[in-house]
């Protein structure tokens, strides 16, 4: 359960998402739903109830032809670092979503949430899906779900773990080896699909990791900031249009 | 036919009247059930609820309800706590029966509507079992269930005062031996009561990802949980008044002594003056100086239909004008104004409520998002309904079998 105050081991994993290389292929997004095994329904059309970690937002200058730029931004849980408890770990009545003060991620226990739906309310990022229906999947894909990720019942919420399945694994595998397991290191699915290598993923405390490094990039930035949410994910762009469209700002 | 029941000396309308109106509220609350076994049965996706709107027409029913609710232990706590130290306040025992049936109704009926609203019903007691005690929403859990059951208790000496049962010496006793201690449930559910409507405003309040509802406060408390206090105790007898003055309309006869409207129109004109002023600092704080350190505006929180007409209807008509109106002692002489005034009191504590849990998180918050529109289903109206329907039934079947009103019989003699 998350405390009061950071426990602040030597792990605090985060992303960074280099706007300048994603071409919005959505690979992210399609390896995130086969890897956490993220159900679907036959009409996707109501993107404000279907389920998806990996959101992708389309942004645009505002601007006019030949002035019009667009960009794309993926949107995966930011896992917020804000002190205490995130947005929406401490206003869960049932303490279903907590951080791990070990490691800085944002988990669920699906059987322990009642689908109240107050997490989702508290996310400013829009990162959590409800299970608005029976969790389904058309013959034979149920046969194929990954049995490292449970799947989630109609009537709670979800939302990216930055499949800390694997980081379960890499964990087990290092206490078999005999090696620290707080010293393993994974990557998650979508950094693995895309084909652009836009996505990073790490340890932002380990200086030598990259996405320690590229985080302190001067063009990187998070979204919201002002929130003091301290998202654990960012975002590198060299635009000026696309950095200001990471926060609010009073004209 | 069922006049052995009916409280000795006291007119009531003829069974086949009274049949009929039972007929039509029980007709509704079918509706509203049968409504509710769908939403249990086929899951939520029936609602007009989605990912952006994760609160809708059940939480904004719930937390009006709630509010105005409040007369009962509001004016339980002047009568029963106050009146000693102000004996002006006895008055309020004219209509402390009423203010009881309407608080069980106000919270029976919503805890229905919880049930409805939670995605996992079967979970709800986990609130209890793995209680996270960060969040607003277990203290909600844990009063409204404590409260619930003090109102039940509240409830029970006023249900043994019929007239059949009394006549069962153990149960007239028992019935007495509560009244004699009603003085504690009272102030227990008082003090239940404040907490409950303050974590209520806590659970928009809290929220630091939300600029829309977020707002600072006094050590853990943010400024609506006070807000939420204050703005119940400024419509909970007023709704509980507005009731009163219904029942003497379509009954045809005098229930209450008109210097009991009087008390509670200055008392909650005192009150809702308070909030308003309050609550335009608030909103003034929230729009000047703690939402342009967060890079909005104003501006940035109305549109569409949740425009800035919410905000006018919400403190001018329906906060402003009905404080002005009942501070006015010729506005509370005259019964079209006292009981516009209790109306508007009622609306816009709603009101209140509605954008607490629907406009406040339409609102997008990155600047790349958009705005989006709830629109509730058949499968949310009707249960709230039904709740409305559910809590007319119990009051009329109070009204009709119980001695609510202790001067109705002298106030009608002629």
């Not at chain 1, 997004?29 to 996707?44: K, L, W, Y």
């Not at chain 2, 209807?313 to 906060?319: H, Q």
Request: hydrophobic residues 45%; contains cysteine.
């Amino acid at each position: 359960m998350s405390e009061g105050r950071h426990a602040q081991g030597g792990v605090r994993f985060g992303m960074v998402i280099d706007l300048d290389k994603c071409t919005g292929c959505g690979a992210c997004s399609v390896a995130c739903q086969a890897e956490n095994n993220i159900s679907f329904r036959p009409d996707e059309s109501n993107k404000l109830r279907s389920i998806t970690w990996m959101s992708i937002f389309e942004l645009n200058n505002g601007g006019h032809y030949p002035d019009y730029k667009y960009a794309f931004l993926p949107r995966p849980c930011m896992h917020c670092d804000s002190p205490g408890h995130a947005p929406c770990t401490f206003v869960c009545p049932v303490n279903a979503t907590t951080r791990d003060e070990n490691n800085g991620i944002v988990t669920m226990v699906y059987p322990r949430c009642i689908g109240c739906r107050y997490c989702i309310v508290a996310c400013p990022y829009h990162a959590r899906s409800f299970n608005w229906w029976d969790p389904k999947w058309p013959e034979p894909m149920e046969s194929m779900l990954s049995p490292e990720v449970s799947t989630r019942m109609r009537g709670v919420v979800e939302k990216c773990t930055f499949c800390h399945h694997r980081l379960l694994a890499v964990r087990s595998k290092a206490y078999k080896d005999g090696t620290d397991p707080d010293k393993a290191t994974y990557t998650t699915a979508c950094a693995d699909a895309c084909p652009a290598k836009a996505i990073v993923f790490g340890n932002l405390l380990d200086p030598q990791s990259e996405a320690a490094r590229l985080s302190k990039d001067p063009n990187a930035f998070q979204i919201l900031k002002k929130l003091n949410t301290k998202p654990k994910v960012y975002y590198i762009s060299a635009h000026d249009w696309i950095r200001k469209l990471s926060d609010n700002a009073v004209a | 036919m069922d006049r052995a029941l009916i409280p000795a000396g006291l007119k009531r309308c003829s069974l086949p009247v009274f049949g009929l109106w039972m007929l039509l509220l029980f007709g509704v609350i079918g509706w509203g059930v049968f409504a509710g076994a769908v939403v249990l049965l086929k899951a939520m996706n029936v609602t007009g609820l989605n990912d952006y709107f994760g609160f809708g027409a059940y939480i904004t029913v719930d937390l009006a309800i709630i509010a105005l609710g409040a007369g009962a232990f509001f004016s339980g706590f002047l009568y029963y706590g106050l009146s000693r130290f102000f004996p002006s306040l006895k008055e309020l025992g004219k209509i402390i029966n009423l203010a009881v049936v309407v608080g069980f109704v106000c919270y029976t009926g919503a805890l229905a509507i919880l049930v409805l609203e939670i995605g996992q019903p079967l979970r709800a007691w986990f609130g209890y079992w793995h209680a996270n005690v960060h969040s607003m929403l277990t203290e909600v859990i844990f009063c409204i269930s404590c409260y619930a059951i003090v109102l039940i208790v509240e409830y029970v000496p006023v249900v043994l005062e019929n007239r059949k049962l009394c006549e069962v010496k153990p149960i007239k006793v028992f019935g007495r031996s509560l009244h004699d201690v009603m003085a504690i449930f009272a102030l227990t559910g008082t003090f239940l009561s404040f907490f409950h409507q303050g974590s209520l405003g806590g659970i928009a309040g809290v929220l630091f990802g939300r600029p829309y509802a977020y707002r600072a406060g006094l050590f853990i408390w943010p400024w609506t949980f006070f807000l939420f206090i204050l703005s119940a105790i400024a419509s909970g007898p007023a709704f509980t008044a507005l009731i009163c003055g219904v029942l003497e309309k379509v009954s045809g006869k005098k229930l209450v002594d008109r210097s009991v409207y009087d008390l509670i129109g200055k008392i909650e004109g005192v009150l809702l003056s308070v909030y308003i002023v309050l609550k335009i600092a608030d909103t003034a704080y929230w729009g000047l100086v703690q939402s342009p350190g967060l890079g909005l505006k104003m501006g940035d929180f109305y549109w569409g239909p949740y425009g800035i007409w919410l905000l006018i209807a919400e403190i001018g008509v329906c906060g402003v004008l009905p404080a002005m109106i009942l501070l006015w002692p010729a506005g509370r002489k005259s019964n079209f104004l006292l009981f516009g005034a209790f109306f508007l009191d009622i609306a816009g504590v709603s009101l209140n409520r509605f954008v607490m849990s629907i406009p406040a998180f339409a609102a997008p918050v990155m600047p790349f998002d958009k705005w989006q529109v709830y629109i509730p289903t058949v499968y949310e109206t009707a249960p709230t309904l039904a709740m409305l329907a559910y809590c007319a039934l119990i009051i009329s079947l109070s009204y009709r079998y119980l001695p609510l009103f202790p001067r109705e019989k002298e106030l009608n003699r002629a």
